[in-house]
């Protein structure tokens, strides 16, 4: 049996503007001759579409969902490669080892102060000198937080230099 739009929005208990809209997702396929809907053929798909609906699957994907979401993919993927290649971006356990290096040098930094200022203010009596050379100390101790170097973060420190160093070798050998 073959209805238009409004007759099958009665028999599903839904607005006309619902069955368009679900006609535009690609649930209801109009008959051959393009003159309304299949009743029977509509009426399994709707339900197949609440039923899904229901059990939180969609009713169906269409290919060029799948392709917009990969190519989405695709584009993100290179964001993030291209972030990386610009050192705006590391891998996660690049910073832990870079930061667990750089707090450990900062903590043995830090444990030798005591000594080591104890030596430079020993038998010095002006307060002042005392908290220059200290203050002297403490940041000079801080600059080792300071630091930064996405290539050390990377662990490609010194590697761009050999190639560079190779580049030009084979410069040398191509001459």
Avoid: W
């Avoid at 619902?18 to 003159?35: C, H, N, P």
């Amino acid at each position: 049996m073959i209805v238009n739009q409004k007759e099958l929005a009665q028999c599903l208990g839904i607005s006309s503007r619902r069955v368009r809209q679900l006609k535009d997702e690609g649930l209801f396929q109009l008959s051959k001759a393009e003159r309304g809907y299949i009743l029977e053929k509509s009426i399994q798909e709707y339900i197949e579409y609440k039923v899904n609906a229901e059990t939180g699957r969609r009713a169906s994907i269409s290919k060029e969902e799948v392709q917009a979401e990969h190519e989405e993919v695709k584009m993100k993927i290179s964001l993030l490669k291209l972030r990386k290649l610009r050192r705006e971006l590391h891998e996660a356990e690049d910073v832990e080892a870079f930061l667990s290096s750089m707090l450990l040098r900062f903590r043995n930094r830090l444990l030798a102060v005591p000594s080591k200022l104890a030596m430079e203010v020993a038998g010095e009596t002006d307060l002042n000198v005392i908290m220059q050379v200290t203050k002297r100390e403490m940041l000079a101790v801080l600059e080792e937080l300071a630091e930064y170097d996405p290539d050390e973060i990377d662990g490609q420190k010194g590697e761009d230099d050999e190639d560079l160093e190779e580049d030009e070798d084979e410069g040398e050998l191509d001459e």
